[in-house]
DNA sequence: ACACTATTTAGGATTTTATACTATTTAGTA
DNA sequence: TACTAAATAGTATAAAATCCTAAATAGTGT
């Protein structure tokens, strides 16, 4: 995954302006934390992220590394694969159903979707590997949280 | 929820039944982990499961509980939302893909899907709540795994 | 009904993943 | 160059899940 000089300048200039505009500051330990993930396709966890980042700044805490990965993600500059603090929860309900996950509350709601149902089934043969299971997971403010929210930030929640 | 006394027979038969097919005990811990979790739509966590256990068999152990639930998993009588022993993964891939996860070595593989793209914007609209993001995840095993597996593994594999 | 034994469990220790705390350092600004 | 709020390093702590081992028990055969 060599990304050449010019794509690297796109990186930190992105990078650069996601930060001003939230008016944080653009340090070190930040450009290389996202120079790391970005130059791999790995989906690296934050172990690996943090040894590639010690390669060029032995000093840097694994806390850095943790909250400046958070932090690029909620500038959207990354996005996450699995869990952040978050708990496996149990479903014993039979029918085929998806879920709807609350980002505020952490609910997760069952929903029926015929539509979801059917591609499940047209994508099993192709692939990388032998699909066991297909689920699809939505996730963003359930009805219960968007009620009891400032209407500032429901504003704030609807364009993210 | 609440299921009726014969839905309870179904499900304890259901469970006798799939116990017996791998040579596994019935006991009293599995019976009411199982239950709790059957009757409920509220996708519990490990600890809330044990809370409901400990009100029938007070010295459970939360070890019994996670194994059951794992064991309950693998049988195919629940299943699981969200990490199990999984660490967050970081992605700045910034183009529109999907993930396939490997259940053998935890590998994440990017793949692109126009048909799973088209799909998240027709459901944003109705809903439980405001949705900020559709991931449809694939899990199976890939190919690297499959090749480096016996072949009655693979077979069983397939089955699941 | 009773005994046998491989399986399962209870309870506590341990590991793993991530966050909290705080004294020190630093980026942005003037 | 000096100022100051923001950020970091290093360490402690928390939370989720698993490991370990002696004791208990389900299923089996008599
Ligand atoms: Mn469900
Ligand atoms: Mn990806
Ligand atoms: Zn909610
Ligand atoms: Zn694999």
Redesign the pocket.
């Known amino acids: 995954m060599d990304t050449g000089y010019r794509e690297q300048i796109n990186q930190l200039d992105r990078l ?1 302006k996601a ?2 505009s ?9 450009m290389v ?1 996202f120079e790391e993930v970005a130059k791999t396709n790995q989906h690296p ?3 690996a992220v943090y040894e590639a980042v010690r390669r060029h ?15 690029l993600r909620d500038l959207g500059l990354i996005r996450t694969l ?8 149990f479903d014993a309900n039979p029918h085929r159903h998806h879920h709807f996950v609350c980002n505020a509350c952490g609910t997760a709601f069952d929903f029926d979707s015929p539509q979801f149902d059917e591609l499940t089934v047209s994508y099993k043969l192709e692939l990388v590997g032998q699909v066991q299971t297909a689920h699809v997971e939505l996730r963003g403010i359930c009805r219960h949280c968007l009620e009891s929210m400032p209407l500032r930030q429901e504003k704030e929640a609807k364009e993210a």
Request: charged share 30%.
């Open positions: 650069r930060l001003k939230v008016g944080m500051k653009l340090t070190y330990q930040r934390v966890d934050a172990e700044i032995p000093s840097v805490s694994l806390d850095t590394v943790y909250r400046t990965l958070w932090l699995g869990p952040q603090r978050e708990k496996a929860r």
